[in-house]
């Protein structure tokens, strides 16, 4: 099994596999739509207004969170299997520095008059958004993959 572990690291473009997958992912990817989206309209500072910015900002805020408390779980499952604990924890990393840039990239800034402004672009969004889902992807792989180890394991024993 150590075997495929290491194929799955080398992956750069990752499909989802499994149906788990995908139904974990898509409130992620439904969150991470409304602030690429956001970001692909053009705004001015004087047209974007304080509560959309802060609305954004929530969202950013709400995406880390969620993406912290995903990583503690990987981490945990990767400290329990020393066979995936290497990928797992650096596909957690990798999750969590996306998470950390979303936080960053929603954050609102005010100009020298205290009006909010958007500073980022959607290119740096999009970069974020791409790395987030394919961390999250990886994790959830190798999840999957230890659970149906486990599956085998017990099979065996039966």
Do not use: W
Request: aromatic content about 4%; overall charge positive; some cysteine.
């Amino acid at each position: 099994m150590t075997s495929t572990y290491e194929g799955l690291s080398s992956q750069k473009s990752l499909e989802i596999k499994t149906k788990s997958i995908e139904t974990t992912l898509v409130p992620l990817v439904t969150q991470i739509s409304t602030l690429v989206n956001f970001k692909e309209k053009p705004r001015s500072s004087l047209t974007t207004n304080e509560k959309t910015l802060n609305a954004i900002n929530r969202v950013g805020e709400a995406v880390h969170m969620a993406v912290e408390r995903f990583v503690s779980v990987g981490e945990s499952i990767g400290n329990e299997n020393p066979e995936i604990k290497s990928d797992l924890i650096d596909a957690c990393r990798e999750a969590r520095t996306s998470g950390e840039a979303i936080k960053r990239i929603t954050c609102v800034e005010y100009d020298n008059f205290g009006k909010p402004v958007c500073v980022t672009d959607r290119h740096s969004m999009v970069q974020a958004a791409r790395g987030l889902l394919s961390a999250v992807t990886r994790v959830l792989l190798l999840a999957d993959m230890v659970v149906v180890k486990q599956i085998i394991s017990t099979k065996k024993k039966v």
